[in-house]
């Protein structure tokens, strides 16, 4: 079992800046890479961003540039740093973690971005 607890969102104006934690904790061995989703109202869940255990990243095109994720292994703790938000970055963001045979989820937070 992986449980996974996020923070760190919030309303912020368009240009400003927000850093959300996915803290792990359980059988956090058997994690294979970690991931942030978004969700907006009316839209499909889409990924934002990805880690590898050995630190490689992938970053959906929409905010490549302006979001970076990071892992502080000692921590069990991922992190997505967003700059230069924009309104349409306005979402439930979510911490995934690849178990290999399924995915585990934390309970999402809330980013809401005004122009």
């Known amino acids: 079992q992986v449980q996974l607890v996020e923070s760190g969102g919030g309303l912020v104006q368009a240009g400003g800046s927000l850093r959300l934690s996915c803290a792990a904790s359980?059988?956090?061995?058997?994690?294979?890479?970690m991931a942030w989703y978004r969700q907006a109202p009316g839209k499909q869940r889409e990924l934002v961003a990805t880690?590898?255990?050995?630190?490689?990243?992938n970053y959906a095109d929409s905010v490549k540039g302006r979001f970076t994720i990071s892992r502080d292994n000692a921590k069990n703790t991922v992190y997505l740093q967003m700059n230069g938000l924009k309104p349409e970055d306005t979402a439930v963001y979510y911490c995934?973690?690849?178990?290999?045979?399924?995915?585990?989820w934390g309970q999402g937070t809330q980013v809401t971005v005004s122009s």
């Open positions: 995934a973690a690849d178990l290999r045979t399924r995915w585990a």
């Open positions: 359980g059988s956090i061995f058997t994690i294979n890479a």
């Open positions: 880690i590898t255990r050995g630190g490689n990243t």
